[in-house]
């Protein structure tokens, strides 16, 4: 895709969820708390972390967390998502929202202990350059937790997509009542540290090298 046609896209997903965002809720928070869910069943979130949300959307993860001592940094392209984000009642003064593209984020490299980008792959014109500028600014040891549309992705092109970015998959949950895949992720280069995981994977596959 030429520079003309990523922009394109970019600005037909921001419109999108614009349009949207007052009834996303509505519409997707059923499928969205269960992919979360069942992210967090295999996370160990450290009471000091800094959390980043790439493509937050109207902020769903934020219920999940709410309570937590994190920090969370929620980052979107959709200015009306972000602002229904400001209205849950699970926004705090832990939590701080971003306007920006995900593949261009404002923060410096290694940044953030944990990251979210759930419904986000499949909404970006180079999943894979989108990936990498994650692992950008996540620490070297961080856990990343992204989810892939069943609809989009054959699980084989999912692991392939995340594997290209240079991420590895220690679990993967691709359970029936999830409408998309849920993986946890270590960068490559760093996939001899032990993950911050509580449970084993709830399904093997020869291409997932584990880092248990």
Request: charged share 30%; hydrophobic share 40%.
């Amino acid at each position: 895709m030429d520079t003309k046609g990523v922009w394109e896209k970019k600005r037909r997903v921001m419109r999108h969820y614009d349009r949207v965002a007052a009834i996303y809720d509505l519409q997707y928070r059923e499928e969205q708390d269960a992919k979360i869910r069942a992210a967090l069943e295999s996370l160990h979130l450290e009471r000091d972390s800094l959390i980043l949300d790439a493509g937050c959307g109207t902020g769903i993860l934020l219920d999940h967390l709410r309570g937590s001592t994190t920090v969370i940094v929620g980052v979107d392209i959709s200015l009306e998502a972000l602002r229904q984000a400001l209205k849950r009642p699970s926004f705090s003064d832990k939590v701080n929202l971003v306007r920006a593209d995900v593949d261009y984020m404002p923060f410096p490299d290694r940044t953030f202990d944990n990251v979210f980008a759930v419904t986000l792959i499949q909404n970006v014109p180079n999943p894979e350059a989108t990936l990498k500028e994650i692992r950008r600014v996540s620490k070297p040891d961080a856990a990343i937790v992204i989810t892939g549309l069943k609809k989009t992705y054959s699980p084989e092109v999912f692991l392939e997509t995340l594997y290209k970015a240079g991420l590895d998959v220690y679990a993967l949950k691709d359970a029936d009542h999830l409408k998309g895949y849920v993986a946890l992720c270590l960068n490559k280069e760093w996939v001899t540290r032990t993950p911050r995981l509580v449970e084993n994977p709830l399904r093997a596959r020869e291409s997932i090298t584990s880092a248990l």
